[in-house]
């Protein structure tokens, strides 16, 4: 269970999908790209126990009347924010300008970035890292208006993370001066909470013209 919003990763696999490449979150409850050398980094101690909870300083009983008194041993965010850092200067060295592109669903990321493409793609060197949950779709537009792009499925995870990003740019290696668009998944709770080591996040909205 993610323990920052409540959501979780798939524990039946990954599948796969059409011909783009893919990085996918890990099988394990709080999801990571991986490669073969790395570790994890959970809430536990060496022999289990939970590193966050309470601090105490010698035994004593609880009053029930009391409040509780609750001291964080650790950012749930610090890994996340490390590795952003770690995106975010990997961007900076090589002049790439990123943007992460936020909305609830349907509001018209895919869209936008279709006719940036158009508009802008002759000009610049665009790359877009795409974040869905199951399927491809929106990859595979972006590679038909004339991007490169490279998708991530989270599973069941509604958010992508610093994790994902940083080995999406090693498979996607946009190069110098480009323009990096990070289309995160529809829902505009979690992806607000994750920085992934973009420069700028942009929300993107729809409204009801008919109202």
Request: charged share 25%; glycine share 10%.
């Given at each position: 269970?993610c323990?920052?919003?409540?959501c979780?990763?798939?524990?039946d696999g990954?599948?796969?999908?059409?011909g783009?490449p893919h990085?996918?979150a890990?099988?394990?409850d709080h999801?990571?790209?991986?490669?073969?050398?790395?570790?994890?980094a959970?809430?536990h101690?060496?022999d289990g126990e939970?590193?966050l909870?309470?601090?105490h300083?010698?035994?004593?009983?609880?009053d029930?009347?009391?409040?509780a008194?609750?001291?964080?041993?650790?950012?749930?965010?610090?890994?996340?924010?490390r590795?952003?850092?770690?995106n975010?200067?990997?961007?900076?060295r090589r002049?790439?300008?990123?943007?992460?592109?936020?909305s609830s669903p349907?509001?018209g990321k895919?869209?936008?970035?279709?006719?940036?493409i158009?508009?802008?793609?002759?000009?610049?060197?665009?790359?877009?890292?795409?974040?869905?949950q199951e399927?491809?779709r929106?990859?595979?537009?972006?590679?038909?208006a004339?991007?490169?792009?490279?998708?991530?499925?989270t599973?069941?995870?509604?958010?992508?993370?610093?994790?994902?990003?940083?080995q999406a740019?090693?498979?996607?290696?946009?190069?110098?001066?480009?323009?990096?668009?990070?289309?995160?998944?529809?829902?505009l709770?979690?992806?607000?909470?994750?920085?992934?080591?973009?420069?700028?996040?942009?929300?993107v909205?729809?409204l009801?013209s008919?109202?």
């Amino acid at each position: 269970m993610c323990t920052t919003c409540g959501c979780s990763a798939p524990r039946d696999g990954h599948q796969h999908l059409g011909g783009l490449p893919h990085v996918h979150a890990g099988d394990h409850d709080h999801p990571h790209t991986h490669s073969d050398d790395h570790e994890h980094a959970h809430p536990h101690g060496a022999d289990g126990e939970h590193e966050l909870g309470h601090a105490h300083e010698g035994a004593h009983d609880h009053d029930p009347r009391s409040p509780a008194l609750i001291r964080l041993e650790r950012d749930v965010l610090a890994k996340n924010d490390r590795l952003a850092r770690e995106n975010r200067a990997w961007l900076t060295r090589r002049g790439i300008l990123a943007l992460n592109l936020v909305s609830s669903p349907g509001a018209g990321k895919t869209t936008l970035l279709e006719r940036t493409i158009h508009d802008l793609g002759s000009d610049l060197a665009i790359h877009v890292i795409e974040g869905d949950q199951e399927t491809s779709r929106d990859a595979e537009r972006i590679q038909a208006a004339g991007a490169r792009a490279l998708q991530i499925n989270t599973g069941r995870v509604c958010h992508l993370e610093a994790a994902m990003i940083s080995q999406a740019l090693i498979a996607l290696d946009p190069p110098s001066g480009s323009v990096l668009f990070i289309e995160n998944v529809g829902n505009l709770v979690c992806p607000a909470l994750f920085d992934l080591g973009e420069h700028a996040k942009v929300v993107v909205t729809s409204l009801d013209s008919s109202r």
